[in-house]
C-alpha cells in the first residue's frame, strides 16, 4: 500500500466545515432543538476531539460531519461543507458513494456493529470492493498490512475469523482497520474504547493513533474521558447541552482552560478518602476464607481467593474482566455457592447458597449493580422499589414506611415530594443509580458489595455518586466491597485494594501500600494504563509497558 | 385515562373499524334478550321464511327468527371464547412464568408436556377428548382451554426468558423474595405488552375452534343458539341461492378481522414504544 502523498501534500487544507449546524430531536411527537447552531472545522490530516457529557449532543454532531441524523433526529440549519461539497444539499446517492469510501465511521460497541455471520475479513472487503475502489484480492491483501499495522495477533490469519472468535479490544481493532479499507480522508471514532479494560484501551488508542498518523487521515474523536481525547486530539471541543463550550488546542485545553466547565471535568478524579486508622486487632465483619469457585467445567473462575472486610472500610477488588472479580461477589451473596472454602460472617459461617440463608443474613449484605437501568424494574414506581425491603426485611407499614421511605430519598439527595411517584424511566443514569443506593439502605445492612456502580455513568455523575457513597460511610458505618476496573475510582474511594488476574489475587493489601513501589508486575500494568492529563502520555509509557507485557507472559487472558 | 384518548384519536382508521366492530358485538351479545325480538329457542313461523318486516332476516330450518338466534349466537359464542380465551392464558401464562423463573427440571418437564400437546393437530385432539368426556359446555371450554394453553406457555416462557436473568429479578432474589413474588410483581408486569397482543390473536383462533366444532356438532349443542352450528344447520338453503346461511359465517368473519385490526395496531404501538428506549 503506498501511503497516501496527494493528502500528504494537501496537509492544512480545510477539510471539513461545519457552520452553525443546527439540529433537532423528536421525543413525544414535538421536536426540540438538541445542538444549537455549533461550528466545526477539521483540517487534513488533523485530529479534533469532541468531548462532553451523556445528552451534549457529541455523537450527534460526529455523525452530521457524513451528512447524516439517526432516525428520530433532523438537521434544521447550517450548512455542512466536505472538500468543497454542501453535504446538506448532496443528494441520497452522492452521499451514499461519499460514505464508507471518504468518510468512516467507528462505532463504540464493535461487538454489535459487526455482523456475526461473516468472516472478518469479508466483511472488511465489502466496502471497497462495493465502492468498486479496488478488487477484492487486493483489498485481501491490505486487510492483512492493516492487521497488521494496527499490532493485531496473526494478521495473515485473524481476518477468516469470525467476530465472536476474538476478543472485545481486537474487534475494535477490526473494525478501525474496516474504517481504514478505503483510506478515507475523515473517520468519525465514537467512544471506541469506552467498553474496554483499561489495558485493552490502551492498545486500541495506541494503534489507532499510530494508523491515523501514518495515513494522514483527519478524524473526529467522540468521548466523555478528557484523558483519553488529550493522547489523540490535536484540537479539542467541549460541548455541553448541543453547545460549544471551549475550542482549542489539546496542550491549551490541558493546561490552561478557560471555561469553568471544562475545569470541572478537567478536575475529575482529584477526590480522595481521607486515610482512616489501621484495623489492626478488629475483627473483620466478612471473611473469604480460600474460596474456589467455577460455573460448571473444570474452568476455574476463582482460585483459593481469601479476603477481609472491616467495620467501616472500603476494600476494593480490581482486575481485567475475567478477573474472577464478580464472581467473587456471587460466591459471598451465594448466588453462586463456592465449590470450596467458606464466607464467615462476624465469625460465623454463612450458608454457602442464597436459599439456605435467612433473612436477616440476607438483610445485613446487599449489593449495588454496574446498569441502575436494568437494576430498577421499570413498572415499579420509586415509593415500591424503596418501600418493598423496609417492609420485607423490617416490617414497616403504612405512615411509617411512607416516613422512612422519604428520609431515605433525601439521604441520597433527591427530593422526595418530586421524586417519590415517578417511575425509573422518568429518572437519569445517575439519579436510578442513587434509587439503587437508597433501596441498599433501606435494608441497613452493614456491607454493601458495589459492582462497578460508576462505570456506566458520566465522569461528573460518577464522581458525585462516590462522593455520596463516602459521604453515607462516614454516617453510617457500612462497609464497602467495590468491584471495579477502574483505578482512578479506587484511588479515591478505597482503603485497601485486592489486585486479580484470572481467577487469582496477585497483591492486596491497604492502598498506600498497594499503590506505592515496587508494585507486582501486573498491578503496575493496570496502574500504567490509566490515561493521565497529558498529552505526551501515552506515547511514553507505551515503551515502558511493551516491557512489562514481556514478563507476564501466558499469565494473562488473551486479547 | 386522558393519555388513552388521546392514543384512540391518533389510531389509524382501520383500527378504529375494529374497535367499532368489537363494541357493536358486544353491545348486541350482552343486550341480545332487549334487541331481539322473540326468544332464543322459540318456535315462531315455519321453516326457511324469506325475510320480511315480521322476520327481519327470515327463520331457520326448524321456524325460528333468524335475528333473534344472531343476536343470541353473538352472546354464546363470543363468551364461550372469551371465558376460554380467559382459562387459557391464566394456565399457559403462568406455566411459562414458572418454567422461566424456576427453571431447570421444573421447566423441563412443563416444556416436554407442552411440546407433546403442540405435537397433535388442535381440532382431531379436540374432536377425540370431546368424543370420550361428552360435549357439554364445560368440557368445550375446558378442552380447548388447554389446547390453547401451549401456544401462550411457549410465548410467555419466551418473553419471560428475558426478563428472568435482568439484575433487578437478581436483586429481588438476593433480597430472598419468594417465587410468587418473583413472578407477580417483577416479570409478569414486564411481559404484559405481547401477552396482550397475543390474547386478541388467540381470542380469535378459539373462536374460529368453537365455530368449526359446532359446525360438526361436536361444540355448542343444540337447541342454544350459536354461529357455527347455524351454518350447519341452515347449509340446505344455499342451494336455493340464499345468502341468509352464510350471515353467521359473515358475523365470524366479521368480528375476526376487526379483532385483528386491534391487535394490529395494540403490537405496532407497543413495539414502537420499545425502539424509543
Redesign the interface.
Known sequence: MTTNNDSDARKGEVLLEMRGLRIEGNSEDQWHEIVHGVDVTLRRGEVLGLIGESGAGKSTIGIASMGYAKPGLRITDGTIMFDGMDLRKASETELRALRGSRIAYVAQSAAASFNPAHKLIDQYCETPVQHGVKPRAEAEKEAVVLYGRLRLPDPENIGYRYPHQVSGGQLQRAMTAMAMACQPDLIVFDEPTTALDVTTQIEVLAAIKDIVRLYHTAAIYITHDLAVVAQMADSIMVLRFGDTIEVGTAREMIESPKEEYTRQLLAVRTFRKEEEVSNEGLDPILKVENVTASYGGNVMVLKDVSVEIHKARTVAVVGESGSGKSTLARAI?G?LPPLQGQVYYHGEPLPRA?KQ?N?DQ?RRM??I?Q?PD???????KIRDVIG??LE??LGYKGAKKEERTRELLSMIEMEPDQYIDRQP?ELSGGQKQRICIA?CLA?EPELIICDEVTSALDQLVAEEILKLLQRLQDELRVSYMFITHDLATVKAIADEIVVMLLGEIVEQGPKDKVLAPPHHDYTELLLSSVPEMDPDWLDNILEHRRELESHLVGQRPPD | MGNFWKELKKAPISAKLGMLIIVVNAFVAIFAPIISPYGETEIVGSEFEPWSDTFLLGTDNLGRDMFTRMNYGARNTIGIAVLTTILAFLLGSLMGLLASTLGGWVDQLISRIVDILLAIPTLIFALLVLTIVGTEIPNVIACIAVIYSAPVFRLARAVSMNIVVLDFVEVARLRGEGTWWIIVKEVLPNSMPPLVAEFGLRFCFVFLVISALSFLGLGIQPPTADWGSMVRDNATLITYGDVTPLLPAAAIAVLTVGVNFVVDWFLYKTSGLRDDH
Open positions: 451473596t448466588l442464597l440463608r433473612r440476607l446487599q449489593m449493580y446498569m436494568t437494576a430498577l424494574n421499570p413498572r415499579q418493598r425491603p420485607f426485611y424511566l433501596r435494608a
